[in-house]
Each structure stands twice: as C-alpha cells, then as structure tokens.
C-alpha cells in the first residue's frame, strides 16, 4: 500500500517569512495529492490539492509542487501570520479512494 | 458552504460497551469514509463506504466495526465491543466521486475507559 513521510515534524518561523513542508509517496499509482490543515480540536480542513498531471499549483501565499519522478510533492506559504499555525497533513490516494496520511507538520508561526 | 456534521462531539464508555458514532455527509456526496486519529498521531483510514457496502477496509477495522447508513441520511460507525486501544478522535469524511476531495468533519473524541 501507499506510504507517505513528511517533514520537519515540527517548523517554528517568524511572522513574514515562508513555510516549507516536504512529503514523499511511495505508491507510482497515486495521482491525488491534497494538503490539510488541521486546528485544535477540529478534522482536517483541505487547503489545497494537486493531481499528477499538474507539477504545480497555486492558491494566493500557498503552493504546492510536485514531482512525479521523484516521487516528492511539498506546500509552501508564504507570508506567514499566526493563523497560519496549525498542524498541516500531506496525503496521496495510493490510486484508491483512501487517503494516506504523512505524520504530520506541526508548524508555529511567531509574532 | 455546505458541511459535514458529527455526533456526539465526545463519548466517554467504559471497557466493553457498544459504541454508535454518527455521521450527516453533504447532502449530494456518494462515497463515505471512516478514519481515525490516536492523539498525536497521524489520520488512518478505516473504511470506505459506497452503495450501502464497504468498497476498502484496513486492518484496523476488524469484526468489533461495523458501518451502515441505516435511513438515507446518517452514516454510522459501530464498535461492538470498546477497548482502550480505540480511544481516539474518530472522523467521518464523504466524497461526491471517487478521486476528489474528501471533506472531513469535526470529529467525534471517544474515551474508553
């Protein structure tokens, strides 16, 4: 099945600066990748998603790229504020209906 | 925006009791899920649900699980039999069609005892 690492597990940044998230997919039939964001005692929230046909995708300070050969795909945001700080999950679909999860990223933005 | 909704928010049991966590999907979507989160680990995937029969299942969800959407509207999780290993925050998600986005609700905390 569909195994997916991502790191840091943890990122602290200033306010203004960019925030990168790295995964990794193992499965080539994957060919969903969406990103979540998940808030304190709250599910999961899509922030945004890419299909393989596409290498990258942008949705105002956030972005994600990917690389098919590689088998890596990554978020960034820029222009970080403190709403931003929430524990953001990477997925693929392993070519099924189910969604593999990374570990997660806590990420902590500081005034 | 239209969205899930999850019931009870919390669930306390003891050890052994029967457990039913409910689900209302979006009100067009078609294909249902069940995954769930052990604190400070990541979300795994329970079940998948379609046309009133499971279409994938972990390992996880053993005989203890069952789902069903018994009136058209809610989608329900049972454990039959709770352990302490299933305390987690359990999330229903549902889909319009396969491959696109799954929207996930609140959660339901479960504690067992």
């Known amino acids: 099945g569909e195994n997916v690492e991502q790191h840091p597990s943890t990122l602290s940044v200033q306010e203004g600066d960019s925030a990168v998230i790295k995964c990794t997919y193992s499965?080539?039939?994957?060919?969903?990748f969406p990103w979540y964001k998940q808030e304190l005692g709250k599910g999961p929230q899509l922030i945004i998603d890419i299909r393989s046909n596409v290498g990258e995708k942008k949705d105002q300070r956030i972005a994600v790229t990917l690389n098919k050969t590689a088998k890596h795909f990554s978020l960034h945001i820029t222009e970080t504020q403190p709403e931003d700080s929430a524990v953001y999950f990477c997925a693929a679909n392993g070519g099924y209906q189910k969604v593999t999860f990374g570990i997660g990223t806590k990420l902590q933005v500081i005034p | 925006e239209p969205e899930v909704t999850q019931t009870p928010s919390h669930q306390v049991t003891q050890m052994g009791q029967e457990v039913i966590l409910r689900c209302v999907p979006i009100?067009?979507?078609?294909?249902f899920y069940w995954y769930r989160q052990i604190l400070g680990q990541k979300v795994e995937f329970l079940v998948s649900?379609?046309?009133?029969?499971?279409?994938?299942k972990s390992e996880i969800f053993d005989d203890q699980f069952s789902v069903e959407r018994p009136d058209g509207s809610n989608f329900t999780l049972k454990i039959r039999s709770t352990k302490l290993e299933d305390s987690a925050m359990y999330f229903c998600?549902?889909?319009?069609?396969?491959?696109?986005?799954?929207?996930f609700g609140p959660g339901t905390r479960l504690l067992v005892l």
């Open positions: 009100s067009n979507h078609l294909y």
């Open positions: 499965d080539s039939a994957s060919n969903y």
């Open positions: 998600a549902t889909t319009y069609l396969i491959g696109e986005t799954q929207y």
């Open positions: 649900f379609y046309n009133n029969e499971i279409s994938e």
